[in-house]
C-alpha cells in the first residue's frame, strides 16, 4: 500500500534558525497537505498542494511539491517559539482511494528562545 | 459552530472490556474518519466513511469496528480493549471532492490497562 516517509523525526533549532521538514511517497500523489499539532493539541490543516512543481508561501512557512508529485518539503523562515509542535505531510493518491490520506510519522520542532 | 465533537475525552479501561468511541459533526461532511497517534507512528487511518450506509478500513482495522448510521455520527467500537490499543484516537470529517482538508476532533485518550 501507499508510503508516506517524512524526515527528520526530531528537530532542535534556536529561535531565529531557519527549519525544514521532508516528505516522501512510494507512490504519486494526487495532492498532499500540511497539518500542525500544538502540543497536547489536535491537527490543524496548513495548505495543500495539487500541482506538480507548485510552491505556495503563508508568511515565513514555505510548501512546495515536486514535479513528480512523489514528494514535498516545508520550510520555515527565521523559527519562533509559536512554531512549536508536529508537522506532518498527508498525501492522497486520488482516484478510488481519494477517500484516504495516508499522513507521514511526522516532525517534532523544538525551538529553543 | 461546534466542528468535529468527540467524547469521552479521557477513558481507562481493563482489557476485555468493550467501549465505544463517539465522533459528531455538525458541518455536513460526507467523509469521516477514525486514526490513531502513538508515538513516532504519526496518524495511522483506522476506519473510513465516504458517506452513511458506507464504511471501509483503513491502515489498522483489526480490533475495531465502525458504522455510520447518519451523516452526523461515526462512532468506533472497540470489542474487546487490549494494552495495544492504548493510543489517542481523532476523528476527523471533510466535505465531498477531491481537493478538501481534513477537521480533525480534540481526541479521545484512551488507556487500557
Known amino acids: 500500500g501507499q508510503q508516506v516517509m517524512q524526515i527528520p523525526q526530531y528537530q532542535h533549532v534556536q529561535e531565529g534558525e531557519d527549519f525544514t521538514t521532508y516528505c516522501n511517497s512510494s507512490?504519486?500523489?494526487?495532492?498532499i497537505q500540511w497539518y500542525k499539532q500544538r502540543p497536547g493539541g489536535h491537527p490543524v490543516f496548513l495548505i495543500q498542494?495539487?500541482?506538480?512543481?507548485e510552491v505556495k508561501k503563508q508568511k515565513r512557512l514555505t510548501f512546495q511539491f515536486g514535479e513528480a508529485k512523489k514528494n514535498s518539503s516545508l520550510h520555515i523562515t527565521a523559527t519562533q517559539t509559536t512554531d512549536v509542535g508536529t508537522y506532518f505531510c498527508?498525501?492522497?493518491?486520488?482516484?478510488?482511494?481519494?477517500?484516504?490520506?495516508?499522513f507521514g510519522q511526522g516532525t517534532i520542532l523544538t525551538v529553543h528562545p | 459552530n461546534a466542528g468535529v465533537t468527540q467524547t469521552p475525552k479521557f477513558q481507562v479501561l481493563k482489557t476485555g472490556q468493550s467501549m465505544t468511541l463517539q465522533c459528531a459533526q455538525d458541518m455536513n461532511h460526507e467523509y469521516m474518519s477514525w486514526y490513531r497517534q502513538d508515538p513516532g507512528m504519526g496518524l495511522r487511518l483506522i476506519h473510513y466513511s465516504v458517506g452513511a450506509g458506507i464504511t471501509d478500513q483503513g491502515e489498522v482495522p483489526n480490533g475495531y469496528n465502525v458504522s455510520r448510521s447518519t451523516t452526523e455520527d461515526f462512532p468506533l467500537r472497540l470489542l474487546s480493549a487490549a494494552p495495544s490499543q492504548t493510543s489517542v484516537y481523532f476523528c476527523?470529517?471533510?466535505?465531498?471532492?477531491?481537493?478538501?482538508?481534513?477537521?480533525f476532533g480534540d481526541g479521545t485518550r484512551l488507556s487500557i490497562l
Open positions: 498542494l495539487v500541482k506538480s512543481g
Open positions: 476527523a470529517s471533510r466535505p465531498t471532492g477531491p481537493n478538501q482538508p481534513q477537521h
Open positions: 507512490t504519486t500523489l494526487s495532492n
Open positions: 498527508a498525501g492522497n493518491a486520488g482516484g478510488t482511494s481519494y477517500g484516504k490520506l495516508t
